[in-house]
């Protein structure tokens, strides 16, 4: 069993004003107590959530938790298990933002649609644009 | 690392698109050597998927508390302004 984590799941959790941060927070908790079996994300997430922190937060502790989520500290391993897209997965994720162009989603979000597909597993996001196309899970 | 039979009964889809794939690329059906072959380079890819889901433990509840608790207040956006603010589209 695997979930897949989006980045608005990851920022509700860290942003105390976000309106959605109870949810996110308590999502995030199950998540990692494994609730939903292993949490894994892509690079693209990493990248998105870093631009968001440094562009809307500017606060460099929150940023180097961030990126120690998925890439560890030290000796302490990543909680989210990051996978590195392929050019396969690139080239199915655009066949879906084609696809599905009017629901307006990122390539990021079609990348993570790839993911959930290939492990079959569940994806935790607040964006209803993946509604049809992967199962997901938003509290 | 986890095995072929593992792999396969995992993969079902991803192992049908291989074969379709190998089948386009040689304008034949795929002996099962080749198959397998890229069945191995499948597994080689996705290696660390598989090594890390085989050791992925939860994390311990004082350190997701300890985690959960260094969120910050960071603005009233909410998180279906993400693409708004990443990629300055309007959704």
Redesign the interface.
Known sequence: MTVVVDTGILAAALNTQDPRHDTGRALLARILRGEYGTPVSSEHVLDEGLTLLRTRGGRRNLSSLYGDMFLGKDARPPVLQMIMTSRDDLVRAFDIHLQHYDRKLSMTDCILAVLAQDLRAVLASFDGGFDGIVPRIAQ | MTSPVRIEE??KA?LARLRHEVALASGRQPSQQEVLGQTIEFAL??R??FL??ST????P?K???A??G???????????D??D???G?S?
């Open positions: 995992n993969h991803t890819r996705h660390d998927q890390r889901e992925w433990k939860p994390l509840e350190d997701i508390q985690l959960l260094r969120a910050q207040p960071l603005g009233r956006w909410g998180s279906e993400i693409d603010i990443v990629y589209s959704r």
